[in-house]
């Protein structure tokens, strides 16, 4: 019954422990954070390279929705899915050689364990 209630504003897990809904917290609960940092970085490109305010919008908001639904929609794993679409010396493949030479994974998964860490910090907090 508590899970359908969550269901409905959203999708929900079972966890085994509640160590787990810290660990949640930085994945889902800050993870919309990170999609629109991303999603911002992407639009002030845009601006840069020249597209309106609108333009870009359209053109940021269709790639992450075209994105996740091919994600949905399929069994393929993102790493699958960056192969497909990046050529061998085409452009994708430029701009993810970009990343990872900044170590731009790795980065997101600190931000996630930072986000975890003071969730942690928080509940520790609040039991004191």
């Given at each position: 019954?508590?899970?359908?209630?969550?269901?409905?504003?959203?999708?929900?897990?079972?966890?085994?422990?509640?160590?787990?809904?810290?660990?949640?917290?930085?994945?889902?609960?800050?993870?919309?954070?990170?999609?629109?940092?991303?999603?911002?970085?992407?639009l002030e490109a845009a601006k840069k390279m020249g597209f309106s305010d609108n333009d870009s919008k359209v053109l940021v908001s269709a790639t992450f929705e075209g994105a996740?639904?091919?994600?949905?929609?399929?069994?393929?794993?993102?790493?699958?899915?960056?192969?497909?679409?990046?050529?061998?010396?085409?452009?994708?493949?430029?701009?993810?050689?970009?990343?990872?030479?900044?170590?731009?994974?790795?980065?997101?998964?600190?931000?996630?364990?930072?986000?975890?860490?003071?969730?942690?910090?928080?509940?520790?907090?609040?039991?004191?």
């Open positions: 019954m508590v899970r359908n209630l969550l269901d409905t504003t959203g999708a929900s897990i079972h966890v085994e422990t509640e160590a787990f809904i810290d660990k949640s917290t930085g994945i889902s609960g800050s993870g919309p954070a990170y999609v629109f940092y991303f999603m911002n970085s992407m996740v639904k091919l994600f949905n929609e399929s069994d393929l794993t993102p790493q699958t899915w960056m192969d497909r679409v990046a050529s061998k010396g085409g452009t994708t493949q430029a701009a993810l050689d970009s990343m990872d030479d900044n170590n731009i994974k790795d980065l997101i998964k600190d931000a996630a364990y930072a986000a975890f860490d003071r969730a942690v910090e928080l509940g520790e907090e609040s039991n004191q």
